[in-house]
Nanobody
């Protein structure tokens, strides 16, 4: 079992920044891949960023590349999503997820555990 708890969401004006955190517990954190996804009202859950345990690389959706930064602190069992230059279209509930097979996939169905989500609202 893996438990994931996100925090750091909130209301911010367009152009602002937020940093999301996701703390994991229950298994050896460094052995699995982590991803960030988001879901806006009426839309499907979409990939934002992830790392791949096998090679340590980080991957981003085209819509956030250059604005968002994924990072991981294995000593704290925590991953972060630093979001800058936020846009109203970034408004969504943001979820972190754990992939025990280490793939860092863009597909939500490839992840084994999910956090409860944190709301990010960007006003224009």
């Amino acid at each position: 079992q893996v438990q994931l708890v996100e925090s750091g969401g909130g209301l911010v004006q367009a152009g602002g920044s937020l940093r999301l955190s996701c703390v994991a517990s229950g298994r050896t954190f460094s052995n699995y891949a982590m991803g960030w996804f988001r879901q806006a009202p009426g839309k499907e859950r979409e990939f934002v960023a992830a790392d791949r345990w096998i090679n340590g690389n980080t991957y981003y959706a085209d819509s956030v590349r250059g604005r968002f930064t994924f990072s991981r602190d294995n000593a704290k069992n925590t991953v972060y999503l630093q979001m800058t230059s936020l846009k109203p279209e970034d408004t969504a509930v943001y979820y972190c997820a754990a992939d025990l097979r280490g793939r860092g996939s863009r597909q939500p169905t490839d992840y084994d555990y999910w956090g409860q989500g944190t709301q990010v609202t960007v006003s224009s």
